[in-house]
């Protein structure tokens, strides 16, 4: 797979995304949930071809994921932002979430004429 520059910042956005969950260890919500970045990842990219053939339903599944774990901080997280605490991750994490989409959204899979 040639890799353009669109695949590189979903990379480096879902890597970010995952990273600034799991660095709120022990709290295995936000762990587990940087793991399932770091899976929807390995599916979408790797050549492996039971996901590749169902490339369409792993786009779907990384987007679904994304906004899911969106809405589910907009209902539960912390939304007080105090510089240097788990809060503050939240909102990192938001951003590199919000830039994801915008990668994907410009990788989405065209319908077949």
Known sequence: MNLSA???????SNLATAFLHITLFPDI???LNGVGYLGLLGA???PIPFFQE???LVWWGLVGYT???IV???IMGDKQFVAGTSSATG???KAAEIILLAFLWTDRPMAKK
């Open 91 to 93: 909102y990192y994490a």
């Open 6 to 12: 669109k695949h590189f910042g979903i990379i480096l």
């Open 44 to 46: 979408y990219f790797l």
């Open 67 to 69: 906004l899911l774990t």
């Open 54 to 56: 169902r490339h369409k």
């Open 72 to 74: 589910l901080w907009l």
């Open 29 to 31: 919500m936000f762990t």
